[in-house]
């Protein structure tokens, strides 16, 4: 545990990148061997449009990495943060650091953009995707980046998180972003029982139907406790789903990259429909 957590205290930007770009690929491939839905679209073109919201993030995540350091390096030096509040060996601190980590960077600002509308008119432009595929792990406006950004750095500084359960922690939400909303078709048996812990590829397609209250359901990025445990679980039929938003389902509104930078700023349209398994 302690080279794992050493390894990842030092690696790399370029090393990150390339685990990133290699993920993408890997799930890019599966798709075309097990697909969940086949999607009649142009894949690049898609692709295109959602690794350039990728970019975006990838370029703010630099801006304010150093940020990120610093508060890590202080909540070291000052011996502050939930994980100095008692002596603890090693693997426990990791697996606690990740789920702060996980719970406020992840699941509680997702939950806040469901909840507060001009911060959900950010995140809309993540729920118009009408074709989930490994590309829409990643596709956050730039104003979302920076709110759930500012929300991982502050739970570092509340876990007093050293840089390297951070870096790992980061790894780790990039790879269940993309396994999660990759077209792949998934063991229902095997997803279900790995739902208990963690969030599974059938568990979050659930959140990406077009239609409330199902769009208001399963936050979790790495760790399904937390929707569990605040009753924010949902299950359907991978035959039921539609994916997209109800709002915006036109492709002038969920193809076309200029407005897709505008959504933020639009006129708020109220949901229209109501999911019924009728």
Request: net charge negative; charged share 15%.
């Amino acid at each position: 545990m302690e080279s794992i957590i050493s390894y990842f205290s030092s690696i790399p930007s370029e090393t990150r990148t390339v685990l990133l770009v290699s993920g993408i690929a890997l799930f890019w491939v599966l798709e075309g061997v097990l697909p969940l839905f086949s999607f009649q679209y142009k894949k690049i073109k898609h692709a295109g449009i959602n690794l350039l919201f990728t970019l975006i993030q990838l370029l703010i995540g630099l801006l304010l990495a150093g940020l990120l350091l610093k508060v890590s390096d202080w909540t070291v030096d000052n011996n502050f943060g939930v994980l100095r509040l008692f002596a603890m060996p090693l693997w426990l601190k990791v697996i606690l650091g990740l789920m702060i980590l996980d719970f406020i960077g992840a699941y509680f600002i997702h939950w806040l953009e469901h909840q507060v509308k001009w911060m959900w008119k950010f995140h809309i432009v993540h729920h118009t995707d009408t074709t989930v595929d490994v590309t829409t792990g990643l596709r956050h406006h730039p104003g979302e980046t920076i709110f759930r950004l500012s929300f991982t750095i502050l739970a570092v500084a509340i876990a007093g998180a050293p840089i390297g359960i951070v870096m790992l922690y980061q790894t780790c939400s990039i790879f269940f972003a993309h396994l999660t909303h990759a077209n792949i078709n998934t063991e229902s048996t095997l997803d279900d029982v790995l739902s208990y812990v963690f969030v599974t590829p059938n568990m979050h397609k659930v959140h990406h139907h077009y239609v409330q209250p199902l769009t208001d359901t399963n936050y979790g990025n790495i760790f399904s406790l937390w929707d569990r445990l605040f009753g924010t679980f949902a299950k359907i039929n991978n035959s039921d789903l539609v994916y997209g938003l109800d709002t915006h389902m036109e492709p002038e509104a969920s193809e076309h990259i200029g407005n897709l930078f505008k959504i933020p700023f639009q006129p708020y349209r109220p949901p229209i429909g109501k999911f019924s398994e009728e």
